[in-house]
């Protein structure tokens, strides 16, 4: 039997109103820990009864036992650990409070600290992920996770402020009051990174009507999939056919300010208790669900199918019913769609995959067929997506000193210029005396400077900008790191392979003879290791070819891709 959607008795760590000005003074006095963005998501829903029947932050018992079969100390299912990472400090001490902010120094909570515990990333990545492989975008941001957990009794103040979609953003409690209005005994969530098109249409109405019930339409808001298409633009999809193509006592849109970590199946059986607390009893769940994609070898990282068993293996412990997301294909002649596996062999079908959407019509400006996408989805996402030549494009130059990529970051540069693309040049040497002046050549240091160049590539690309960063980077998770800030899709990771005794042959500055002397310490392939992109999108070779040959491979690949015009008003110009 599943359990009835509308269960009570969820955490609610809200300090009362008539306390709020006393805990905020008390506040005031305190040391503060600033969250990230990823924390704060987590805090908000730990707060709001979200992750119930957890009420804090993981301590020891909880993360181990959660590790290890999926489950908190007290046995309840909790697949993916929730824990608040912190480097040591003085804000970070036993049985003390402390303030917590959020990035705009806002106070959202106090905690007191009853728990402090190192933890281990590789045992973290290998036991929760099934990786170690930095492509995945949890694995190469757990690299700067503090190395300890802090967890203790939470009183908070308020919750993240946030301005956009109010309407929709509905507490657990809110969200199983207005499920229960609508008078249905059945609530099956469903949850997409992507726009909704008419798959989904299709796919989400047959499960109202196989469980007579009612649908929670419940996107991720929070952190999703580095390059997923922007929140505002996919809840604007989202509102569209909530009010023109669903009956309105059938559908119910609410957002979810989740940070995902994409583990694949644990996150779909995480996804699954959180639908139960938000008053769901069934999850559709996908064709590998909630997966990051594919690893460093072009293997996908979780089995198509792992997510769906899990889900059903726990379906009577949890209550909460899988229902899987069907692969159905447009039959053009019958106008409708249809399961694949129902359809006969002679039957002419259609469908278009998600990297079709962009590249073939998105991107060059094509208009999304009727049988694809409601016409107002369509025009949404015609306006969110330029033709891709007007994208923003991050070329990353990565290779030890003296490789030749501030050289031949420099002629492609040129090249750009040329092909009408406005380029921001982000040199390695360059950025340390502007923005990273006082950071010393440690490993967190180092990671420190690429990031801060990471961050500043993503904002450009974010705006249509072309960015050329050229910088040892010698770290494979922190360059990673990087690609997930500015998003796959417009990331183009280039290793100028030069063998080690070619770069010292050129060594202007006289830095690898320092370094072999032992004047300069943690000299990147002298006594610090330089990792090499395991899969970069190109690999050049300077002793074959000139930065002239080099630049133009780069060049050559962009053009491939979109991101520079060669064709003008019909005519062809030739490089």
């Known amino acids: 039997m599943l359990i009835s959607p509308y269960g009570g008795g969820l955490v609610n760590l809200m300090v009362p109103p008539e306390a709020v000005d006393e805990l905020k003074v008390h506040a005031g006095r305190l040391p503060s820990l600033q969250l990230t963005e990823r924390s704060v998501c987590d805090l908000e829903l730990l707060a709001t009864g979200g992750f119930s029947p957890l009420d804090r932050f993981m301590g020891r018992d909880d993360y181990r036992r959660v590790l290890e079969e999926m ?33 705009k120094n806002e106070l959202l909570a106090v905690m007191t600290i009853e728990e402090i515990y190192e933890w281990d990333r590789a045992e973290a990545a290998r036991k929760v992920f099934g990786t170690l492989d930095s492509r995945h975008p949890l694995v190469a941001e757990m690299h700067r996770w503090g190395r300890h957990n802090i967890s203790g009794r939470l009183r908070v103040v308020q919750l993240p402020r946030h301005y956009d979609f109010q309407e929709l953003r509905l507490t657990p409690a809110q969200t199983r009051a207005r499920l229960e209005a609508l008078g249905y005994g059945n609530v099956v969530a469903f949850q997409t990174r992507n726009p909704l098109h008419r798959v989904h249409e299709e796919l989400t109405k047959r499960a109202v009507r196989e469980v007579d019930g009612v649908l929670l339409l419940h996107p991720v808001v929070g952190m999703t999939k580095p390059g997923d298409v922007d929140h505002y633009t996919r809840v604007r999809t989202y509102k569209a056919m909530a009010q023109r193509y669903y009956a309105p006592d059938r559908i119910l ?22 639908r139960r607390n938000y008053g769901a009893n069934h999850l559709i769940v996908g064709r590998d669900h909630a997966s990051p994609g594919v690893d460093s070898t072009g293997k996908a990282f979780y089995g198509a199918y792992a997510a769906q068993e899990l ?80 994208q923003g494009i991050c070329i990353w130059f990565t290779g030890l000193s003296g490789s030749g990529k501030s050289t031949t970051a420099e002629v492609l540069t040129v090249e750009l210029l040329a092909h009408g693309r406005h380029v921001t040049v982000l040199d390695g040497d360059v950025v340390r005396t502007h923005l990273s002046q006082g950071l010393t050549f440690s490993r ?31 770290y494979r998770a922190t360059r990673n ?44 392939g002298i006594d610090d290791p330089y990792e090499p992109p395991l899969n970069p999108e190109i690999t050049l070779d300077t002793q074959l070819n000139t930065a002239e040959e080099n630049a133009g491979r780069v060049l050559d690949l962009l053009v491939q891709r979109g991101f520079v015009r060669t064709q003008w008003g019909g005519g062809q110009e030739k490089r």
């Open 71 to 103: 489950r908190l100390a007290d046995g309840s299912v909790f697949p993916v650990p929730l824990t608040l990472p912190v480097k040591s400090g003085p804000a970070v001490r036993l049985d003390h409070d402390v303030a917590l902010r959020d990035t």
């Open 253 to 274: 849109l609410a957002l979810l300010p989740l940070a995902m970590r994409l583990a694949g199946p644990r996150e779909a059986l995480w996804h699954a208790l959180i």
């Open 311 to 390: 889900v059903e293996r726990f379906r009577v412990e949890l209550g909460v019913g899988m229902v899987p997301f069907q692969e159905l294909v447009y039959l053009p002649e019958e106008d409708r769609y249809e399961e694949l596996s129902r359809v006969p062999a002679q039957l002419r079908t259609a469908s278009i995959s998600g990297t079709q959407v962009r590249d073939e019509y998105l991107n060059n400006g094509k208009a999304l067929p009727a049988w694809f996408t409601r016409p107002e989805v369509a025009e949404i996402l015609t306006e969110a997506y330029p033709p891709r030549h007007r």
């Open 444 to 474: 967190e240091d180092r990671d420190i400077n690429i990031r801060r160049i990471g961050f500043v590539a993503a904002e450009i690309v974010r705006h249509g900008g072309t960015v050329v960063c050229a910088a040892v980077s010698p």
């Open 481 to 524: 790191d990087v690609r997930n800030m500015v998003g796959k899709d417009h990331f183009l990771e280039v290793f100028v392979d030069t063998p080690l005794e070619v770069c010292e042959s050129r060594d202007a500055k006289g830095l690898y003879a320092k370094a072999r002397r032992g004047e300069i310490t943690g000299f990147t």
